[in-house]
């Protein structure tokens, strides 16, 4: 991982992954940085990390909560889908494409894929994302190129 992505990680309050770590040994590189780590299993992952970790996961974040999940589908529909999905949720965080994506409906309630700090596929540059939750429990998201 950039060091750029890691200086972020081990300054956070908490890891986010949304899946496809690969093998046991990055879950536990990502846990030893510091910060708790919420991760959910991808399409990609061992059989090991995917009896360890959830399809999906929540992550309580101050007065709001985040949902977690891979794959979030089709993009038809996907705004609504995740938000019937997860309905305690102000936003959902996914992956699976490794596509940079931030949506919104009228209500406020988001969708957001950071992309991927180490798999671009074919996105011009590697990056990750940033969560900061308000005391209001407003999410501001904020995607970081990384190279």
Request: with cysteine; hydrophobic share 45%.
């Amino acid at each position: 991982m950039p060091e750029a992505c890691l200086a972020r990680l081990r300054a956070a309050d908490v890891i986010v992954h949304a899946g496809d770590l690969s093998t046991p040994a990055v879950l536990e590189a990502l846990e030893a940085l510091g910060p708790p780590v919420v991760a959910v299993h991808g399409n990609v992952d061992s059989p090991e990390l995917c009896r360890r970790l959830p399809l999906r996961a929540e992550v309580p974040a101050g007065p709001a909560t985040i949902g977690v999940v891979h794959d979030a589908g089709p993009a038809e529909g996907r705004l609504a889908r995740l938000r019937s999905a997860f309905p305690r949720a102000r936003a959902v965080v996914f992956g699976h494409s490794h596509i940079p994506l931030h949506e919104r409906d009228e209500d406020g309630f988001q969708i957001f894929n950071p992309g991927s700090a180490t798999d671009r596929r074919r996105q011009p540059r590697h990056t990750m994302g940033e969560a900061v939750v308000a005391a209001d429990g407003s999410i501001v998201f904020t995607l970081i190129p990384l190279d």
